[in-house]
T-cell receptor, first 111, second 113 residues
Framework: TQLLEQSPQFLSIQEGENLTVYCNSS?????LQWYRQEPGEGPVLLVT???GGEVKKLKRLTFQFGDARKDSSLHITAAQPGDTGLYLC???????????WGAGTKLIIKP | NAGVTQTPKFQVLKTGQSMTLQCAQD?????MYWYRQDPGMGLRLIYY???????DKGEVPNGYNVSRLNKREFSLRLESAAPSQTSVYFC????????????FGDGTRLSIL
């Protein structure tokens, strides 16, 4: 059974600080997606990483896929209150019909 | 520009009652999914439909049934609701199954007393 573990589960920091959240597995994934979910809404796709070692930037967010395609990280520079939300990672694994979801990191950015 | 629309947004049921959650997408996607989201457990797949006319079980199908009514609509039915089914239910769609990005509705918050 493929699993994705996200850490930390909860993070509360001040506006302007930097942070990194992680998505780890012992299994190899063909690709990995990151989503953000705001309260009362469904998850919204941020980025998909496909190649081992790949780095993608989305404004102040930097996503990296591990060289072995078993892990990924999301780094936020100069966090803003608008970055508050639940960050979910989802991997495409052995099965070709469903994504494997992490439990998420709940991020709160205080003004 | 609706995307994925779920109804109702909130529902309270008594144990043993039945209900159907509705989902419709207007993106011409082939595949649709039903998930439940519980605190600390992420998203768990209940059922999915790879294409119109097909449905398959996901990780947690017990107590649920689904119908892919047409390409746009995918409903989830609870025949005899139990307190353990209290959750937030999300419908999603994608161009096709596998590693394609999924587009989600805003969820149905279901409480079973």
């Amino acid at each position: 059974t493929q699993l994705l573990e996200q850490s930390p589960q909860f993070l509360s920091i001040q506006e302007g600080e930097n942070l990194t959240v992680y998505c780890n597995s012992s299994s190899v994934f063909s690709s990995l997606q990151w989503y953000r979910q705001e309260p009362g809404e469904g998850p919204v796709l941020l980025v998909t990483v496909v190649t081992g070692g790949e780095v993608k930037k989305l404004k102040r967010l930097t996503f990296q896929f591990g060289d072995a395609r078993k892990d990924s990280s999301l780094h936020i520079t100069a966090a803003q209150p608008g970055d508050t939300g639940l960050y979910l990672c989802a991997g495409a694994g052995d099965s070709n019909y469903q994504l494997i979801w992490g439990a998420g990191t709940k991020l709160i950015i205080k003004p | 520009n609706a995307g994925v629309t779920q109804t109702p947004k909130f529902q309270v049921l008594k144990t043993g009652q039945s209900m159907t959650l509705q989902c419709a997408q207007d993106m011409n996607h082939n595949s649709m999914y039903w998930y439940r989201q519980d605190p600390g457990m992420g998203l768990r797949l209940i059922y999915y439909s790879a294409s119109e006319g097909t449905t398959d079980k996901g990780e947690v199908p017990n107590g649920y049934n689904v119908s892919r009514l047409n390409k746009r609509e995918f409903s989830l039915r609870l025949e005899s609701a139990a307190p353990s089914q209290t959750s937030v239910y999300f419908c999603a769609s994608s161009i096709r199954v596998s590693n394609q990005p999924q587009h989600f509705g805003d969820g149905t918050r279901l409480s079973i007393l």
